[in-house]
């Protein structure tokens, strides 16, 4: 294709197959995205947090990294690291609920079936 083609497609609003932006499907907008990570974590928090009642730093980091993980364990000094950078420990466990969600969702009890129907429709809207 002649780049004069090109250009006067590219003004037109189509691509070299005439496709126009219209045609495409739209992407979820960042508050939206926010939006659903708000909805996946109020909807789990309850359950999550109450794994956690009357639980010190050291308790919190032997029930989330006890088992060896898939992807990654976490020392205690990291882990204490880690928590550094967020305000308070219950910050750092809704960050871990929404960043680690087959784990999180394996200590809530959930099935693993369950626990992939879970992530797998989040991440359904989420990605589309």
Do not use: C
């Amino acid at each position: 294709m002649s780049q004069a083609t090109n250009h006067l497609l590219h003004r037109g609003g189509r691509n070299q197959y005439g496709i126009t932006s219209e045609d495409l499907p739209r992407r979820m907008s960042f508050e939206d995205k926010k939006a659903l990570e708000s909805e996946y974590v109020s909807r789990h928090k309850e359950k999550w947090l109450a794994l956690f009642i009357n639980f010190n730093k050291k308790q919190s980091w032997e029930l989330l990294f006890s088992k060896p993980m898939k992807y990654r364990t976490l020392s205690l000094s990291s882990f204490y690291s880690e928590l550094r950078e967020y305000e308070s420990v219950e910050e750092y466990l809704l960050n871990f609920l929404l960043t680690r969600k087959e784990v999180a969702l394996e200590l809530m009890g959930f099935s693993d079936d369950d626990a992939h129907k879970v992530i797998k429709e989040f991440n359904q809207k989420y990605y589309s």
